[in-house]
């Protein structure tokens, strides 16, 4: 298997040299953003006074535009020359958000998040982060080998990485976005234990793993944008998808977190309908738990949910006996 690389261009290496030193800039200054869910960033923003940005977080976190004036020329000039930032009507406005996370910053697109190639980070990931953490707690299992499914902005396997310094992690994603900016969040954590690949689920990487965490799109989007979709079944497929395919590659004792959604139609829970046949057999010991038993509450509005009675976010933990 070939690592690979997440800078192919000059131009590439150069803008993610350019992202990690803001990164280091914004680390040194104390920034702080914890992100929020799009309604709730939507209802900020739109307050009044909040239509243009007056500091860091603003633009940083906010994804509010600003004036030319608001950062050291050299550095907008810089942002500006690797397309960091972009001008709209006479204003700047950033196409990255920085959040904070145990002491972490973390690089993802910029709110709102619309474009295919978005990498998401909300709620979702400090309730995977939270899991992830309880989980190596609590576990007896030593970790060398582990990866992070579509790990988006890499938060999962830094957190492992942080953890299990002795550990090789794996951070696994179709998308080229999200495999750069987990080489930045990588390196501004100072974790060297961590490579970024390109792999649909686990068909890019090989050989068996001590722990494998996904935290997968699971939502029905009408756009099929890769970073919200989860296919069928309002969603679940794909969080099935990487349940099947993740039990087959666990070491013994291994373990597979899965942080997802399961929509319920007629008090039926279609992902764990789905899932349980799956982990209910010789060889297996798995637990469920409903983390949030309702998440996206506004998506019941729309056609495709029609059916659905809510959306719960759950971990299904699952250990190789």
Same mark, same amino acid.
């Given at each position: 298997?070939?690592?690979?690389?997440?800078?192919?261009?000059?131009?590439?290496?150069?803008?993610?040299?350019?992202?990690?030193?803001?990164?280091?800039?914004?680390?040194?200054?104390?920034?702080?953003?914890?992100?929020?869910?799009?309604?709730?960033?939507?209802?900020?923003?739109?307050?009044?006074?909040?239509?243009?940005?007056?500091?860091?977080?603003?633009?940083?976190?906010?994804?509010?535009?600003?004036?030319?004036?608001?950062?050291?020329?050299?550095?907008?000039?810089?942002?500006?020359?690797?397309?960091?930032?972009?001008?709209?009507?006479?204003?700047?406005?950033?196409?990255?958000?920085?959040?904070?996370?145990?002491?972490?910053?973390?690089?993802?697109?910029?709110?709102?998040?619309?474009?295919?190639?978005?990498?998401?980070?909300?709620?979702?990931?400090?309730?995977?982060?939270?899991?992830?953490?309880?989980?190596?707690?609590?576990?007896?299992?030593?970790?060398?080998? !582990? =990866? %992070? @499914?579509?790990?988006?902005?890499?938060?999962?396997?830094?957190?492992? &990485?942080?953890?299990?310094?002795? +550990?090789? #992690?794996? !951070? =696994? %994603? @179709?998308?080229?976005?999200?495999?750069?900016?987990?080489?930045?969040? &990588?390196?501004?954590?100072?974790? +060297?234990? #961590?490579? !970024?690949?390109?792999?649909?689920?686990?068909?890019?990487?090989?050989?068996?793993?001590?722990?494998?965490?996904?935290?997968?799109?699971?939502?029905?989007?009408?756009?099929?944008?890769?970073?919200?979709?989860?296919?069928?079944?309002?969603?679940?497929?794909?969080?099935?998808?990487?349940?099947?395919?993740?039990?087959?590659?666990?070491?013994?004792?291994?373990?597979?977190?899965?942080?997802?959604?399961?929509?319920?139609?007629?008090?039926?829970?279609?992902?764990?309908?789905?899932?349980?046949?799956?982990?209910?057999?010789?060889?297996?010991?798995?637990?469920?738990?409903?983390?949030?038993?309702?998440?996206?509450?506004?998506?019941?509005?729309?056609?495709?949910?029609?059916?659905?009675?809510?959306?719960?976010?759950?971990?299904?933990?699952?250990?190789?006996?």
């Amino acid at each position: 298997m070939n690592q690979v690389n997440v800078c192919p261009t000059v131009e590439g290496a150069e803008l993610d040299q350019v992202l990690l030193q803001l990164g280091r800039r914004l680390q040194a200054d104390g920034y702080r953003f914890v992100t929020v869910t799009p309604l709730t960033h939507q209802r900020n923003n739109e307050r009044p006074g909040n239509a243009v940005a007056r500091d860091l977080r603003d633009v940083f976190g906010w994804s509010r535009p600003f004036e030319y004036n608001l950062l050291p020329e050299v550095e907008t000039a810089a942002l500006l020359e690797n397309a960091i930032v972009s001008e709209q009507s006479g204003l700047l406005r950033s196409e990255v958000r920085w959040s904070s996370l145990g002491g972490q910053l973390f690089v993802h697109s910029a709110y709102p998040t619309v474009a295919q190639d978005s990498v998401f980070f909300g709620p979702d990931t400090y309730r995977f982060a939270r899991a992830i953490e309880k989980h190596l707690h609590e576990s007896r299992q030593p970790i060398r080998s !582990a =990866v %992070d @499914i579509g790990c988006g902005s890499g938060a999962g396997a830094i957190l492992i &990485a942080l953890a299990c310094r002795e +550990a090789q #992690v794996q !951070a =696994v %994603d @179709i998308n080229p976005a999200a495999l750069r900016f987990t080489a930045v969040n &990588a390196a501004l954590a100072g974790v +060297a234990n #961590v490579a !970024a690949w390109h792999s649909d689920v686990l068909q890019g990487t090989s050989g068996d793993f001590d722990l494998i965490v996904a935290n997968p799109p699971y939502m029905q989007d009408p756009q099929a944008r890769a970073y919200r979709d989860g296919g069928g079944e309002l969603g679940s497929a794909l969080s099935v998808r990487i349940a099947s395919e993740a039990l087959a590659r666990l070491a013994p004792g291994g373990s597979l977190l899965l942080y997802t959604g399961a929509p319920s139609v007629a008090g039926v829970d279609l992902f764990l309908s789905q899932a349980q046949p799956l982990v209910d057999v010789p060889g297996f010991q798995w637990t469920y738990e409903e983390v949030d038993p309702d998440v996206f509450g506004e998506e019941l509005e729309t056609p495709g949910y029609r059916q659905a009675e809510r959306i719960a976010a759950v971990v299904l933990t699952v250990t190789r006996t």
